[in-house]
């Protein structure tokens, strides 16, 4: 027999970063909740494992006391000093990313096991009801919102509910169910993981080393991460537009260990390394249009509403801040009783495209002139040779606004005529 039907205002599908973000700032307004994962905890997800700072950003504003915990925990959290790029031909430019007033770096890398976990340890279940190894069966629209039921180790249960939040990553159940496209958008791109041991060159005499992407010749436009992690651990990867994969026919495992055994720059540094676990692959939805990201009694946030950065490849960042963001508007919806579709974009997607919009196009403009090596190599060799502009490149990655100038032609010319 189904159990009762249980009222409640939200259900948030997904319990990683965009449904631990938007459960801890409906937390904070005194919503009740559900909040649900297929999963159980701590889990694994195949990502570089880099957070930034806007990442710290919303989980100083959820609680600036957890965000101490979080990185003063230095056998689970590593501080990046920066990022190396390296260009086509072989030169790196290293930008450093600063310390805040309290001398911490603004990013740091993580496993998403210890950091998914973390946040999910800190939900408030004062207001949060959560269920693990529980997954959604139906979801029926009615006059009072969803009947909604789900799977759960105690059997199914019943729920009516206001608004469901699809936080269920990128192959989102919420998205189906809800009759939205579930194939990847043309601009997603695919990305594999590997955890190595002993990679040379991971630490400076001050510490953890920068954060390196290598834009190989051999691997355009894809490019090879390196990232140090606590434990002295490295997070190695590759990421690469899906069209690219699919019609090129590229084995990106194939091509990634091909790069780490031969190319010069690495074959050196990976001689004693050791491959702990699998490499694994899973998927980046990214968006170059703007799409719907809610409608009538429904929100995505995170992966589900494809918001990862199309070239960095970041997505936590935007998956806790699209959770904040979701909860925000939540909490003006509910007074109002409002959940239609042009009440949740006004509240939702029109803030959201406000901040995010601008930074989502400049890169995917950048992913599309990663295609051109001598672009890189052109800024790269400038860069290290004039002290002005490695200062303003430090600027842009710092100021997603100032990056734009990345896209523009006169920034180019500009170079072009100051040598
Ligand atoms: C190879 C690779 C490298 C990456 N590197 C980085 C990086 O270095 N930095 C960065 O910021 N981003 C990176 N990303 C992107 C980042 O991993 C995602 O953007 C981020 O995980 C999105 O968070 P999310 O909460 O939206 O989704 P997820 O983290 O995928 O969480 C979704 C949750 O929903 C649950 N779920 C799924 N289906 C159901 C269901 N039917 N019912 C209930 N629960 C369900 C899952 O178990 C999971 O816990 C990378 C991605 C890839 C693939």
């Known amino acids: 027999l189904p159990s009762p039907t249980q009222a409640i205002p939200v259900i948030i599908v997904g319990a990683g970063p965009a449904g631990c973000g938007t459960s801890f700032f409906?937390?904070?307004?005194?919503?009740?909740?559900?909040?649900?994962?297929?999963?159980?905890f701590p889990r694994d997800k195949v990502c570089g494992d880099a957070i930034s700072g806007k990442s710290v950003y919303v989980l100083r504003t959820a609680s600036e006391e957890m965000l101490q915990e979080l990185r003063m925990d230095f056998d689970n959290i590593c501080p990046s000093p920066g990022l190396t790029f390296v260009a086509p031909n072989g030169k790196a430019l290293a930008i450093g990313f600063g310390k805040d007033k309290a001398g911490h770096s603004p990013g740091f890398t993580a496993t998403r096991l210890h950091f998914d976990n973390y946040l999910f340890s800190k939900l408030d279940r004062k207001f949060a009801t959560v269920y693990e190894d529980a997954t959604v069966l139906s979801m029926e629209r009615n006059g009072g919102g969803w009947l909604v039921r789900i799977q759960t180790p105690q059997g199914v249960r019943q729920f009516q509910a206001k608004l469901v939040v699809g936080a269920d990553g990128e192959k989102s159940i919420v998205r189906k169910m809800l009759g939205l496209s579930t194939a990847s958008p043309k601009a997603s791109a695919v990305g594999l993981r590997a955890y190595y041991r002993n990679v040379k060159g991971l630490e400076t005499p001050e510490g953890a080393g920068n954060i390196e992407l290598h834009f190989l010749p051999e691997l355009l436009p894809m490019y090879l991460w390196i990232f140090p992690m606590p434990g002295g651990m490295a997070n190695v990867g590759v990421g690469m537009p899906s069209a690219d994969v699919r019609d090129k026919k590229i084995n990106l495992r194939e091509q990634m260990l091909n790069a780490i055994a031969n190319n010069p720059a690495l074959s050196e540094r990976f001689k004693d390394a050791e491959l702990e676990g699998k490499i694994l692959g899973w998927g980046l939805p990214?968006?170059?249009?703007?799409?719907?990201?809610?409608?009538?009694g429904y929100i995505l946030v995170g992966d589900a509403a494809h918001l990862i950065d199309p070239f960095s490849g970041e997505g936590i960042g935007n998956a806790l801040y699209s959770g904040m963001k979701a909860a925000q508007a939540i909490e003006r919806a509910i007074p109002a009783d409002d959940y239609s579709a042009a009440n949740l974009k006004a509240l939702y997607d029109d803030p959201l495209y406000k901040r995010l919009w601008g930074e989502l196009k400049t890169s995917a403009l950048l992913q599309r002139l990663s295609r051109y090596p001598f672009l890189f190599n052109f800024v790269i060799n400038k860069a290290n040779r004039s002290p002005t502009l490695k200062k303003t490149i430090t600027g842009m990655f710092v100021d997603a606004d100032l990056r734009k100038q990345f896209s523009q032609p006169g920034f180019y010319l500009k170079m072009l005529m100051n040598r």
């Open 26 to 40: 409906l937390s904070k307004a005194g919503i009740q909740h559900i909040i649900i994962d297929k999963a159980s």
């Open 286 to 296: 990214t968006s170059t249009t703007k799409q719907a990201l809610s409608g009538d």
